[in-house]
């Protein structure tokens, strides 16, 4: 039962130690790995996308905001109104003109649309009249009515075998103010996906331009964030569109939403005042924490390891502690030989045994003789000393598989496996004449000693006590005859 116990006790110690180890570097780990996320949702919201979308605004300024620049210039130019309010002469002038701007200022291409001629002139020549109510012309007609003085539209270009691009149309007025038709440029819609697709590789963020109303004006090659393409709103998509409430397009800043497999996004919206446009950069959340998840995994195995460990070594220890307590349990700490609780375990398992095989089984209680008068003339040390080095006397005279004990003060007990009466009586008398022979020592004093030793053998139906109280019968008749002998008791109680 207390080996049980003990052995409940360790494990329950081990499971006890590996929790809380568990749950140390559990809360440790999920502590660094929640710590670290804030950081870094907060390095996006806060400084990443805004320094992203910056960045953008910086290349759109300088993509699209120049030909802006260069279709106001044309507006202003005091040529291009001289040369209409002169009656439109020399048409090559014009053509001359528009072509030179392409040339000088690298872009797709360049027009002029008069009011008075409705005539459409572009840097190969004239290229057609503009009529109202034609699909193709009602850019024209809507500019003529706007009150800002220019806009940007994405269209099929006639002059470039209808490539789709982006025309900043200018409005351009006379010395008093009068609407006298329209200048401007335009790009390549394939060479502004290009630059946004570039965008989108560099910063692994989507990007997109919407109006002021939603619709999706200019994205990537791939469509921009959850596919969404040109000519879409961004209501049209359902992650975004819980995020819009009433209005058209998000407010101002950064915003954090949730798609349909529940990833975490981050959304910054920036306002282009200059075109009126609304630039949206998304970043999905997954990728960024990928390197610290990584990390919190990497984290986890190594703390787990380390528990593993860990526990290795307390079992050890454990085990080791638990062997020397059962070691001072079981061994008497003066002579290192089994105590009387551990004999009384190995005695019952040799009596066992022996009924079991029908094999010979002897005690013998030995005492030394005149032990009391060492002690009082020479001291306890002597005698501890004395007791040590008898216990190697005995050791010496036995075999491995004999049983061994320090019964109590000076008297000592041993069991005999498989040992017929005479052999019994050999080792008795082996043991008797060396301790006579033997000088014992003492600080350099030396001590003499005999023993006197009771024997006796396992009868049928014998228990050990009837076993031992023959032997302390025989050694009873040993100190009685004269000590320094050996008697044997065979009779049955």
Known sequence: MPL?????????LIVTLLVLLACGFLATSLLSYFSSRSAIRDGIINTELPLTSDTVYSEIQKDLIRPVLIASMMAQDTFLRDWVLSGEQDTERMTRYLSEVMGKQDIFTSFFVSDRTRTYYQAKGVLKHVEPGTWRDAWYFRLRELKAPYEINVDLDMANQD????????????????FIGAAG???????VVKLIDQYQRRYQRAVLFTDAKGKVLLTGSEGGPHGLQVGQSLSDNPELKAMLAEQWVPGEGSHEYHDSENHSHFLNVRHLPELDWYLLVDKRETGVLDRIRHALYLNLAICTMITLVVLALVHAMVRRHQASTEALATLDSLTGLHNRRSFDLLAAQ???????????????????????ALNDNHGHLAGDEVLRQFA??????LRQSDILCRWGGEEFIVLLREAEGGQAIEVAEKIRRRTEQLTFSYDNQPLRLT???????????????ALLTRADRALYRAKQA????????????
Do not use: M, W
């Open 185 to 191: 440029v335009g790009l390549s819609v394939s060479s």
């Open 163 to 178: 490539s789709l691009t982006v025309f900043i149309n200018y409005q351009v007025h006379d010395y008093q103010q009068r």
């Open 350 to 372: 040799a009596l066992r045994e022996a009924r079991r095989d029908n094999s010979p089984l002897v005690a013998l209680l030995i005492d030394l003789d005149h032990f009391k």
């Open 392 to 397: 190697n006397v005995l050791q010496s005279s």
């Open 451 to 465: 023993t006197s030793i009771g024997l006796s053998s396992l009868q049928p139906g014998d228990t050990l006590h």
């Open 4 to 12: 049980r116990s003990a052995l409940f006790s360790q494990r329950s």
């Open 482 to 493: 004269g000590r320094n002998r050996v008697c044997s008791d065979t009779r049955h109680e």
